[in-house]
DNA sequence: TGTTAGCACTCTCCTATCTTGACTGCTAAT
DNA sequence: ATTAGCAGTCAAGATAGGAGAGTGCTAACA
């Protein structure tokens, strides 16, 4: 991995990599020449290009026809050449104040204004339960001795339930209440259920209760682990690419596997922004692409956003849309 | 509309029909003749057939091909030829009892199922607000003033949110409850969306309560109303009808287009079973079929499953799998 | 040593032409 | 009414030629 590149390397490079990203056609040496070197011949150019492709940046389709950018100069080009300004800030602004206006509605709708915007399918991850804190547990009387379980959370009211009570006796929810409020409040979901509570030596009366209540909890963090959701699957007939066949298959095949998605976008550490291209990543993403961001609500990681598209994909302007759409949620309050 | 067919020119339409639906390519006199009438030749077949397709039964995609079924063939076929026997009855008992163990995991998985079973792209519409009934309206006291808005209804608690109380007396929250439970206990949401609830003659104080709460059941009702969920959408590429490009853009167009679809699975008037073919339908539908059945909780209707896919379906395997979904959910117990 | 002009070479893509095979529609006989 | 036989039509595949695009190489030059 030398990546030692002469500036007119560079220069070359990320010439024919802009032009492909626009035209999604092979680029000639002349093609490089009149929009971006006119003041070096077209025989160097090529010259250079010879060797980027030796070097494996570049991929040639067939011997008379240009030079098409390899997963390598896509990587080199997002990690070189992307400054990432904020130009589309306030274009993303008038977006997300016009037509959404409550913060409930620019969370839920975050994936389709990422996709509204970048005109990529983007892709929605709840984050997995680990980052999830339980406020309360709550029992609420119902009738005929059945009671509704409410689990509170920082993000609302997550799962209700409702459950028999083994008593009727009367002061029993407000018990059960408080003990439970004890044992959950300000724990995460994982924290309560990787802990065995210890009920036996306190009262017996309560055990039925918690089970259920732990029971449910369970049930909650398998529907909710690493939900995915998927906005506007169908913009791949807007790209060149979807002319092919196999293109249009592998796309809507990845898409459709949320296990595989959910894989390439849960990244370990740290990262706040993660960028995968194609043939780096195994089978599955070839030809594509997998941009996607932490986000925030009030501060608090709740999930992230990505966008999946064709490989030559407009990486400027993706990463300026994710970084935007991240703050302006972060900061607002509900 | 003139379909009095000769039982011989039924038989024939029956066997193309048949025939296409599995080999999905135009069927010619001597297919017919070899497979479902060798008693007669293939010329006598060729004269029927060009009969059916005066008739507007048949089209031939050129002189020297066979004939394929047009949407008249394919809506006299379900009409005439599909008797809904039961043959498929156990395997999808087996198939329920075996993958999905609850009730609520039946119903939420229904579209799963179907989309397993047939290997069409299933659609599932929850029932618009119309057939919801409000069991009951509570508040639950939480802390420094607010309150937890719980809407109970026939399914479960289906909307929650803080509100702030106007005032912390004692037993503020209590009477609230029981006026609350008075005014909306039993009424359909729509009901209670529609009529002006007079207020200012009784109880000032829960003014703010009322149209707080009036407020969530509109927001639910409009989050709700006729959700549509499309599952196994990319089963579209395991037909041979995939290899034609514009086939599967056509396809996942209307697959993302929601209100289409649930224009066309909103049908009036109490039909359980709806099957919508092609050209019938007006643009949108080209090439394509979309068969739906209401289906009911606990005798309740909840919404409607559907099936879409190429107009050539295999239309009595799907009738079969949706009538005995419907049958299986309706009769569990939770 | 780096750059350039020039040229031969390669390969895709388009078009035209031909052949083959699959069906049909028609006609005349049964 | 049914059938056999045959001529006619058309899609699809194979083949060939030509145009155009773009490269790699070589030799000359700074």
Redesign the pocket.
């Known amino acids: 991995m030398n990546d030692k590149l002469t500036d007119r390397k560079k220069k070359v490079l990320q010439a024919l990599v802009d032009s492909y990203i626009t035209s999604v056609e092979p680029i ?4 490089i020449q009149k929009r971006y070197l006119p003041e ?5 150019i ?2 250079e ?2 060797h980027l ?1 030796e070097m494996g940046y570049l991929i ?1 389709p ?6 098409v950018p390899s997963s390598k100069a896509y990587r080199y080009y997002v990690d070189n050449f992307i400054i990432d300004d904020d130009i589309d800030l306030d274009a993303m602004k008038e977006y997300v104040a016009r037509k959404y206006d409550s913060v409930a509605e620019i969370v839920k709708n975050g994936a389709k204004i990422v996709s509204d915007v970048t005109n990529y399918t983007s892709l929605l991850m709840i984050s997995n339960s680990d980052t999830l804190t339980i406020k309360d547990v709550k029992l609420v009387d119902m009738y005929d001795g059945t009671a509704l379980v409410l689990i509170i959370t920082d993000s609302g009211v997550i799962k209700d339930k409702e459950i028999q009570l083994p008593t009727s006796e009367d002061n029993y929810i407000e018990s059960a209440n408080s003990l439970l409020g004890k044992c959950f409040a300000g724990k995460t979901l994982s924290q309560i259920l990787s802990t065995h509570v210890d009920l036996d030596s306190e009262l017996n009366a309560f055990k039925q209760i918690f089970e259920d209540v732990i029971d449910l909890l369970g049930e909650y963090k398998k529907s909710r682990d690493g939900q995915l959701y998927v906005e506007g699957a169908n913009k791949i007939f807007d790209y060149p690419e979807s002319k092919n066949y196999d293109n249009v298959k592998n796309f809507m095949t990845i898409v459709g596997k949320k296990d595989k998605l959910k894989e390439l976008m849960s990244d370990e550490g740290n990262i706040e922004f993660s960028i995968k291209i194609g043939a780096e990543e195994g089978e599955g993403l070839d030809n594509m692409a997998l941009v996607s961001a932490k986000y925030h609500v009030k501060g608090k990681e709740v999930g992230q956003l990505g966008v999946i598209g064709p490989e030559r994909m407009d990486y400027k302007r993706v990463l300026t849309v994710l970084k935007h759409l991240g703050k302006l949620i972060d900061k607002l309050d509900d």
Chains 1, 2 share one sequence.
């Not at 070096?40 to 160097?44: D, G, L």
């Open positions: 000639s040496s002349s093609d070096v011949s077209t025989a160097t090529r010259s290009l010879s492709e040639q067939h011997v008379s026809a240009g030079r």
